[in-house]
């Protein structure tokens, strides 16, 4: 039996778990780096961030999408940034349905 307290998703969240997708949902960041040029940058190391969007830019939420040609890079991509700190934020990252 599991402790619902610690257990990740409890059961009074709603989330929503995509399958594996060489496209990412990209939250938490501060505003000065929620930039195409930035995130592209430091996604490159996991392979080549073949498009960058930034979905939403304002003083609380800053979101993107980036999509890698290969899948095998945006689960790299996940493995090494989510939970990532960058500038006092942990990046949070996903897989995502959303098409760019």
């Known amino acids: 039996m599991y ?3 610690h257990f990740r ?4 969240k709603s989330i929503s778990i995509n399958p594996p997708t060489n496209c990412l949902h990209v939250s938490n960041m501060k505003r000065e780096f929620c930039t195409e040029s930035k995130l592209s940058n430091l996604f490159s190391e996991c392979g080549y961030v073949s ?3 930034v979905l939403v830019q304002s003083k ?4 993107a999408l980036l999509k890698f040609n290969r899948l095998e890079d945006s689960v790299q ?3 090494t940034f989510h939970n990532y700190d960058i ?3 942990k990046l949070q990252i996903s897989f995502t349905k959303s098409k760019i």
Request: hydrophobic fraction near 35%; include cysteine; charge should be neutral.
């Open 3 to 5: 402790d619902e307290e």
């Open 60 to 63: 609380e939420k800053n979101m």
């Open 51 to 53: 498009k960058v969007h």
């Open 77 to 79: 991509a996940v493995v």
């Open 9 to 12: 998703f409890g059961c009074k």
């Open 87 to 89: 500038m006092g934020r």
